[in-house]
């Protein structure tokens, strides 16, 4: 050993967690951007997967269905690379999502290959204000993927995934479960440049709605600008980041029989 120096067994050395999001469309993670970046800034994997490529809308003018879903998922990458953060995709039907056995065990191999220690994806969209029918079952498959994981038979060829890995849904004013929120204002420059990105190309994400929903959300908790997901699994309040996550009880929701 140099002299000076002081090595470290290998049980002492700890890897930076993974936080994993599972979303419906390249530009989701709008709403979730902030606490993306925090969790890069932390030194920690950040993995966004889309389960369509968006396809469906018409807001790149009179071309193929094929062709948007082309420029869409470009759009998607661009804003990965923004954000520091790995992109997956798949190609379920934009605005025909369904939450079938299928396509939660599509996911779950996503899930085992990433290996999470927490995830990121949609609640109970239809009561929250987001009705995209997508992000309501987007929301579902994941939260079941997260349990498929742990299933040799299901994710074979690979490696089940059985650590805890806490799930976190992106919250509005309707939720009835505790909340962990993060102070996002140090990535306010960037989450709007990410915003504009997509408003430019799609038409989704202008500023003012954006701010107005941080800033909303921030004035509940004495900060200008928060992110709040609901804690499914984790400790709820005011947090650095998501991972690793507050250790906290399990709280009731209705899809979670006692």
Known sequence: MHPGSLRLPAC?????????????HPDDEVLCAGTLLTQRAAGSRVV????????????????????????????????AELLDVEARWLSLPDSAVEATPEAAREVAKVIADIKPDGLITWGDAWARGFR????????????????????????????????????????????????????????????????????????????????????????????DLVEEFDAWESGDGLVEQLLPHRQGSFHHHPERRV
């Open 132 to 223: 995209h029918p997508d992000h309501q079952t987007t929301g579902k498959i994941a939260r079941d993927a997260v349990n498929l994981a742990r299933i040799a038979g299901v994710v074979t060829p690979g490696v089940p995934h059985r650590e805890f890995c806490p799930v976190f849904t992106l919250r509005d004013i309707h939720s009835t479960l505790p909340s962990v929120v993060l102070d996002v204002g140090d990535h306010a420059d960037m989450i709007f440049k990410v915003a504009e990105h997509y408003r430019r190309a799609i038409g989704f994400g202008a500023r003012e709605w954006l701010e107005g929903r941080l800033r909303s959300a921030g004035a509940r908790w004495d900060r």
């Open 48 to 79: 966004v997967l889309w389960l369509t490529r968006g396809e469906m809308t018409d807001s790149l003018g009179p071309i193929g269905r094929e062709e948007v879903a082309k420029r869409r998922l470009e759009l998607g990458l661009q804003v």
């Open 12 to 24: 002492a050395i700890v890897k930076p967690p993974t936080l994993m999001a599972v979303l419906a």
